[in-house]
């Protein structure tokens, strides 16, 4: 059941390594994270602008991650890594989407707090 | 009776039997289903991530800290450099596999398990730290969602400690097999895609328990 | 860090103390002494017959996909007896517990049954049939006919098949371990909170309940990868996407859902267990807990795993009834397109488990216009169906029947499923029996649709078809119980009877109650000519021997290898033309099996390691359960130790030779022949179905085993 002849190294996904694509990765992802940090500490603009700020600055870094070290791509090699992936991402985002978005119903419904208070109940880690 | 798309296939010339039929490609279908694992792997953060959108309401804090008060960003912000550069580091290992380098695999595998360990010292000095000022997962829900998910990552990353550990030695007893080469793929995958869950971790755990 | 615990505790055994067992419950006694006898004869018997050798090489150490499927429908149906007992019990004491003047027997007020005890039984039930019977059913059936139908000649990982299977075996196990040392959980099978937390349920049935479910999660997930690889990598040459049967299509969805929903249920289950064993508060009532949070990450698994277990019963009878029509399926593509939308939609719908939370209207309303979207796509498939059949030369042989059967109740559990599917309704019947009766029409469209498929595949595997006149009877007083059972059950729904009451005040529905006993007992005569059933079908073997194409009118490639399939699946990996492959050819007149010409296969080698890890699995759940650190800790120092040994292990393939696949193949019976003598061809599928336990040394020494009345698998 497996190629016995050929040698494993040339695989696809073997040859697919690229260092200069981690180095990429690394620079881009750790500036952003820097980024992130800066903005979080110095609080620079609104609690609710620094959250959505740092939600995109992720999504970047994730999107960079995974296109140059996890090969996101449609390459032959690639390509159901890929399907896979795509097919989750709606679930990921129904599974915390939905659940916020009924529970902050719910907590509006049933946890009557004092206006001051009232203002964290709007956030949720996944507000994006 | 007839198959509608049958007709078009003229039986007398049609292939029926796949004869020296070479196997599917080995490595590839183990990779696939790693990464199928690695999936429901961050469908488990999905849910711990919806865990913590419940749990942030001001009621979930009980009376106790609010992430504001004890998050430390710079034992964060040295987890992320470790890791980066562990995730990086693995890289330049792969990279050596490219070119059959059995030392540089080895190499680069034991500096990206050192930085693993180092990731694994910063973490234990800031969870330490946060039982030493009282704060723990028994306090209140929020804690309980917060240490849970940080301590899931962390365990992660000691899994990946030992595979490397268990890698290395198998590079070296067997050198490039297509088992040893489908396995170090398959850490590839796992070592990689710990720092992209390591990024929704620091932006929307620490980052965000910052903000709040 | 861990939680103060009720009751004694001790470092060597836990909580584990004599009183834990239940001596003083009569009907436990009297089931663990049934069961020790039947296990006694079992052990006695292997060894009688000297069983043991070939059931460790044939059976408990096999990676071949065929195998372990048939040991996963074992479990299924010996898990089935058990939870059809538990209902048996619910349903009696249910009709006689009605009315303050009703008779109380062996401890309960009224009935037989305490309330634990009854509360157990109910939980048992709900979680042993959907977890423990109908999952391993179907996986078992995707296991063996999923590859057979992609032209495979096994899964893309034999060895986490084996150890899928084990993980489920040890689950089941501790759920029957539960019955004799210590209780089960008593609150359903869906677990509530904070009553499942440790202060209000300081006894080990939760735990037990929560590691059992536990496992089978695991077991689960690791097969839907293993299925999802083998369809998407290892499809024979030719079987392009569309040209994939239609079990294959729905398996594909099915184990989708698998894969990405159990994650979700590992988080709910370990939440509450860092509940109970360390002290969080995820669920608590107090302190900063939700518990809503359980019950939506519970149904975010719960409402996909429904249709994780209907979507393998739909592509069952997409099967059955165009074989039996003499037809190819009717809108192979809309089908396609149908079953990919369930499994889509049903990842938007699970609020509908929880109306009455509160939600915001518009919430409400989003999961209301979700659930009723199911309906579509299920309504396509019922059309498509019912479009196959028509004008076609319909044969009423038993799997027709019971896949005809499995559209009746889907009719009916569908339209019922609507009416649940407005939240105003569920208002008023939430948790109500009405809920009750429609989610038994569902399961029971899945049981039917499995008979059915144990009806039709069971020749592929077994090399001979189940006879027909027991089998009859069967279908029918499983008709006649369901009707008895499950109408009163919708009238007691519409007059308002909740579930899971250990006793009914309102004397006006005890007639309801009666009638539904009797559906019971029919049931129970059922249960009898099933076993009537297989045990005519084993005696008769000879005389109901098929060759490959069981039915004469298959349609796909399972059909196209011998009967029982051999060890290697397909001598030449079969190159794939058209949909329909094998009715195509039969229309062409292309049935010659045999090419000649054989080469050597290349296969993996049996393991034990699955069958160790499994066990290694069990004693950790077990000594989670009972809080017995050391061993807990013991089993997982083993299990990592295992994993790791295994991956330095480097002879896990072998080749079977050239020479063996010919005389397999020129041995097996392609003709359905009672003529046929059959020693010495029975030779030939023992060496198919031998070849992997004997590894490298050849094929010798396996042909020892010819038990005819008890081998499962006639060789």
Partial sequence: MTEHMQDPLNHPEVQLAN????????????????????????????????????????????????????????????????????????????TIGLTAWMFHGLYQRTMIMPPAASSMAHMSPMSH | ??????????????????????????????????????????????????????????????????????????????????????VLIYGYSMVALKNGNRGGVIGGMFVAMLLGVVYLVISGIDIGNMFAHGIFPQVSGFLSIFFTIIIYHALHIIVGVVWMLVMMIQVAREGFSANVVYRLINLRLFWHFQAVIWVFVFAFVYLQGIVA | ?????????????????????????????????????????????????????????????????????????????????????????????????????????????????????????????????????????LVGL??????????????????????????????????????????????????????????????????????????????????????????????????????MPMFTWASLSTNLIALTSFPVLMVALALLGLDRYVGTHFYTAGMGGNLMLYNDLFWVWGHPEVYFLILPAFGIMSEIIPTFSEKTLFGYVTMVIASFAIGGVSWGVWLHHFFTMAAAPSVNSFYSVTTMLVGIPTGVKVF???????????????????????????????????????????????????????????????????????????????????????????????????????????????????????YIPYTQWSPYLHIMLVGMVFYVVAVLFFVAHLYVSLRDRVKNRVGADAWGTGRSLEWMTHSPVPAYNYAFIPHVNVLDEWAWRKENGLTELHPGDYEGIHMPKNTGVPLFLGMLFMGLGFALIWRIWWLALLCVALIVALIIIRSFDRDTDMTIPAHTVEQVESGARDETSVAMPTAGVRGGTVIAHSILQSGTSGISGSTTSTSPSLAPMDR
Avoid at chain 2, 28 to 41: C, E, I, Q, V
Avoid at chain 3, 15 to 37: C, D, G, K, Y
């Fill in chain 3, 1 to 137: 860090m861990l939680v103060h615990l009720q009751g004694p505790w001790t470092p060597l055994l836990g909580r584990l103390t004599l009183q834990q067992i239940p001596f003083h419950v009569p009907i436990l006694v009297v089931t663990f002494i049934v069961v020790a006898i039947l296990a006694a004869m079992v052990l006695a018997a292997t060894t009688y017959f000297g069983k043991w050798g070939y059931l460790w090489r044939e059976w408990l150490t096999t990676v071949d996909h065929k195998k372990i499927g048939v040991m996963y429908i074992l479990l299924g149906l010996v898990m089935l007896l058990r939870g059809f007992a538990d209902a048996l019990m619910i349903r009696t004491q249910q009709a006689m517990a009605v009315g303050p003047g009703s008779p109380g027997e062996m401890g309960a007020v009224h009935g037989y049954l305490t309330p634990f005890h009854l509360g157990q039984i109910f939980t048992a039930h709900g979680l042993i049939m959907v977890v423990f019977a109908a999952t391993p059913l």
């Fill in chain 2, 1 to 86: 009776m007839s198959a509608s798309a049958a007709q078009k296939v003229d039986p007398a010339h049609a292939t029926l039997w796949a004869r020296h039929y070479a196997g599917h490609d080995m490595i590839g279908t183990r990779t696939f289903g790693f990464w199928l694992y690695m999936l429901t792997d961050a469908m488990v953060y999905a849910a711990l991530f919806a865990t913590l959108g419940v749990l942030s309401h001001v009621v979930n804090l009980a009376g106790g800290p609010s992430s504001s008060a004890f998050i430390n960003p710079v034992y964060a912000y040295g987890q992320t450099i470790t890791l980066f550069l562990s």
């Fill in chain 3, 142 to 243: 995707m296991n063996i006919i999923v590859p057979l139908q992609i032209g495979a000649r096994d899964m893309a990982y034999p060895y986490l098949n084996a150890l899928g299977l084990w993980l489920t075996t040890a689950g089941a196990a501790l759920v029957m371990m539960s019955l004799f040392v210590g209780n089960f959980a008593h609150g359903g099978w869906y677990g509530f909170v904070p009553y499942f937390e440790l202060p209000y349920s300081p006894g080990v049935g939760v735990d037990y309940w929560m590691w059992t479910f536990q496992l089978s999660a695991i077991g689960t997930s690791l097969g839907s990868i293993n299925l999802i690889a083998t369809i998407v990598k290892m499809r024979a040459p030719g079987m392009t996407w569309m040209r």
């Fill in chain 3, 384 to 502: 498509n169906w019912v479009f196959t059949m028509y004008r076609g030369r319909v044969r009423y042989e038993l799997p027709m029947l019971w896949a005809l059967l499995a559209l009746f109740l889907l009719l009916v559990g569908g339209m019922t499923g609507m009416m649940n599917a407005f939240a105003s309704n569920d208002y008023m019947w939430h948790n109500g029996l009405f809920v009750v009766a429609h989610f038994h029409m569902m399961v029971l469209v899945i049981a039917a649709s499995i008979f059915g498929a144990v009806e039709y595949w069971f020749p592929k595997v077994f090399g001979f078809k189940l006879e027909q006149k027991w089998g009859k009877w069967f279908f029918w007083f499983m008709i006649i119980g369901t009707g008895w059972t499950f109408v009163p059950m919708f009238f007691l729904g519409f007059a308002g009877m909740t579930r899971r009451l250990d």
């Fill in chain 1, 19 to 94: 260092g200069r694509a981690y180095l990429a990765s690394f620079i881009i992802s750790m500036l952003l994270m820097t980024v992130g940090l800066w903005l979080a500490v110095t609080h620079i603009t609104t609690p609710l602008g620094t959250v959505l700020m740092i939600s995109f600055l992720a999504g970047v870094a994730v999107i960079i991650q995974g296109y140059f070290i996890l090969h996101m791509d449609i390459s032959h090699a690639q390509v159901w890594h890929t399907v896979a992936m795509v097919l989750f991402l709606p679930l990921f985002v129904v």
